[in-house]
């Protein structure tokens, strides 16, 4: 006779999910420092709907995104007069950092529970190589254009 007090009550297939899986936390860093600001930004959002994380999680993550950009946009423009080559990369980098590491944070214990429930990371090398090359062109024509006013 079979009982069912010692059969496990959660399993994988209780949370069968029709999203798509969500990336690497740790992973958004890398398109936040090639692609800029704006990359990192929208791919922590992305991964911050995957993974489900509450309101006030993706609203730190977009505010960082937005003070970040402006920090980028307001440092370039003003201290280096518009370049967005050698030292303006350096800054990008830095604002897409600090914004890939706010989602690393607000994303990793959710990604977690996720991944420990048998959950299997998707791949970011084409959305990632997509993001920072598109996004970080726009990113950078978003300078230029403010530098030529």
Same mark, same amino acid.
């Given at each position: 006779?079979?009982?069912?007090?010692?059969?496990?009550?959660?399993?994988?297939?209780?949370?069968?999910?029709? %999203?798509?899986?969500?990336?690497?936390?740790?992973? /958004?860093?890398?398109p936040?420092?090639?692609?800029?600001?704006?990359?990192?930004?929208?791919?922590?959002?992305?991964?911050?709907?995957?993974l489900? *994380?509450?309101?006030?999680?993706?609203?730190?993550?977009?505010?960082?995104?937005?003070?970040?950009?402006?920090?980028?946009?307001?440092?370039?423009?003003?201290? *280096?007069?518009?370049?967005?080559?050698?030292?303006?990369?350096?800054?990008?980098?830095?604002?897409?950092? /600090?914004?890939?590491?706010?989602?690393?944070?607000?994303? %990793?214990? %959710?990604?977690?529970?996720?991944?420990? %429930?048998?959950?299997?990371?998707?791949?970011?090398?084409?959305?990632?190589?997509?993001?920072?090359?598109? *996004?970080?062109?726009?990113e950078?024509?978003?300078?230029?254009?403010?530098?030529?006013?």
């Open positions: 006779m079979a009982d069912d007090l010692f059969t496990p009550t959660i399993t994988p297939t209780a949370y069968v999910d029709e %999203r798509p899986p969500p990336w690497r936390p740790g992973s /958004l860093v890398y936040a420092i090639f692609g800029g600001v704006l990359a990192g930004t929208t791919l922590a959002l992305i991964n911050a709907g995957r489900r *994380l509450p309101a006030r999680a993706t609203l730190a993550i977009a505010g960082t995104g937005l003070v970040a950009l402006v920090a980028r946009v307001l440092v370039t423009v003003t201290l *280096l007069d518009g370049r967005v080559s050698g030292t303006g990369r350096l800054v990008g980098a830095l604002c897409g950092a /600090l914004v890939g590491t706010v989602a690393h944070l607000a994303q %990793r214990s %959710r990604f977690r529970t996720w991944e420990m %429930r048998g959950g299997e990371p998707a791949s970011l090398v084409k959305a990632g190589i997509a993001a920072a090359l598109g *996004l970080g062109i726009l950078g024509l978003v300078i230029l254009l403010v530098a030529a006013r």
